[in-house]
């Protein structure tokens, strides 16, 4: 049972790079939600997909782009890279109901030189 | 704007004893309140959830409390392992009609280290 799925758990990129942060969930989950965790720092929600074929900002969108492939998956991009996106990236997804808790990956630890 | 104050921010104690983690929070309309567990290098993972009707729930060595009326939550951890080493997020989710980001606040964690 693999649950949540990052990919890839560590990157390094120069500033102005862009990439993907791929998430894949496999426990049939409606939401799904990218956060980004800094020290010191509670963790903050970027974007989330509240089901298949949307997607809306959180609280610190700025830089990001997503994409909800599917139902399964939703990746996180930064189309040019900044220092300031240097960050631990974590993945969730969860049912519909409200109670439920969200199911978390493991995380891509990413630095911006 | 809703806040999730967690103390205190680290902690040692030596294993086999018992340790108190606080959590207070202003967020409104309450929802319900949720401790998560992030080992080192790991997603957190969700220990307990307590709703407004709910003032204690267990879950094996951890016990969680809640005073809806002074926003206060604790996490009781008995008989320490040094397993139990990890940060621990207290999460408060707003009351909302549906769909969207979940109406989520999260603390910063106290990071509890245990100590042979």
């Known amino acids: 049972n693999a649950g949540v799925t990052q990919t890839p758990k560590f990157q390094v990129l120069k500033t102005g790079q862009s990439m993907t942060l791929q998430c894949a969930q496999d426990?049939?989950?409606?939401?799904m939600y990218w956060y980004r965790q800094d020290p010191g720092m509670g963790l903050r929600l970027i974007y989330y997909?509240?089901?298949?074929?949307?997607?809306d900002k959180g609280e610190v969108p700025n830089g990001y782009n997503v994409s909800r492939l599917n139902k399964r998956e939703f990746s996180l991009r930064l189309e040019s890279a900044a220092p300031s996106q240097t960050s631990v990236y974590f993945c969730?997804?969860?049912?519909?109901?409200?109670?439920?808790?969200?199911?978390f990956g493991d995380g891509t630890r990413l630095s911006i030189l | 704007k809703n806040q999730v104050e967690q103390s205190p921010q680290s902690l040692i104690i030596l294993e086999g004893k018992n340790c108190t983690l606080q959590?207070?929070?202003?967020?409104?309309?309450?929802?319900?309140l949720r401790w998560y567990k992030q080992d080192t290098g790991r997603g957190p993972v969700s220990l307990t959830i307590?709703?407004?009707?709910?003032n204690t729930k267990s879950n094996g060595r951890y016990t969680a409390t809640l005073d809806a009326d002074t926003k206060q939550s604790s996490l009781h951890i008995t008989a320490s392992q040094l397993s139990d080493s990890a940060s621990y997020i207290c999460v408060v989710s707003e009351w909302y009609s549906g769909g969207g980001a979940d109406g989520l606040t999260f603390g910063k964690g106290t990071h509890l280290i245990i100590q042979p």
């Open positions: 307590m709703t407004f009707s709910e």
């Open positions: 426990m049939n989950h409606n939401s």
């Open positions: 969730a997804s969860k049912t519909g109901f409200s109670n439920q808790p969200q199911h």
């Open positions: 997909s509240a089901s298949e074929g949307t997607t």
């Open positions: 959590c207070n929070y202003t967020v409104s309309p309450f929802s319900n």
